[in-house]
């Protein structure tokens, strides 16, 4: 009863290089959202400031200095719609951090990349009420199907153009799992990641997964008036969090394992600080 993924997810998620003042670049995932204050793009707050990064583990004193986005945009072409694949900077970009040490953080996106590709066609963003909230979170048992889209390290690369010069672009990959914790309880992870407000899903998210949006598909169908046909049970595709990191105990950290189970910065959390900027 669980609808397929649409390719309106797999083309949400954008790829971030991102350029450090000490020399260094690193590479996450992101996902475009439309708020009150203009177009966001979301990501772990990991990927983009290495000072949050806890204990030793990759924390740097270094800046970010420029970001490379490489995001797909729905073309219009025969009545039907294609997908292009486009390439943008920000130099010096604007960041909002969570306030209370969660890692996520929107990235501010000028006007002018809603231009890019031309004006027949659209940037596929999502809405604040595809985010799930606290409450309705309570509807969405452990065990529900999730999938993400993001860029694994390794992935396999395609050649895309933008202003007369060519970038290998890493194509996205898709993953799927299921909830493994209720997505209306918050927990803390290894106690140095900030408030309760993280879940766990059961799947694999490799390096480069990070900043990924972790969707519910729809479930049912919404009752048509007249149509005889009645669902109960119908629950909308939701957004119910970002990937942001393995869950690992402290001897599999100790000995590089890894449990399958990976956690997420829950989407209620990312829904009062949007609702806050």
Known sequence: MYQAPSFDEYINSVNLRVFFD???????????????????????RHVVDPRYRPRARGYRDTNLVKLEIFFWKQMKGGGKYKAQILFGVLVSPRL????????????????????????????????ITDLLSAQQAEDYAPGAPVYFSGFPEGAPKIATKFDDSEKEVPIQILR??????????GFDVEEVLGRRCYGHIDSFALSGFSGAPVFVPQFGWPN???????????????????????????SDRANGAHSGLSYIYRAANMLDFILST
């Open 224 to 250: 048509a008036e007249g149509s005889g046909v009645v669902f109960s049970a119908y629950r909308p595709k939701k957004l119910v969090g970002m990937i942001c990191g393995h869950f690992r105990s402290a």
């Open 176 to 185: 799927q799992g299921v909830s493994a914790t209720p997505f209306f309880l």
């Open 22 to 44: 000490d020399g260094k670049v690193e590479a996450g995932t992101g996902f475009f959202i439309r708020t009150d204050g203009g177009l966001r793009i979301g990501t772990a």
């Open 96 to 127: 909002l951090h969570e306030p209370t040490d969660g890692d996520f953080s929107l990235i501010v996106v000028p006007p002018e990349f809603e231009d890019y590709g031309g004006a027949n066609g659209d940037i596929v963003a999502m809405a």
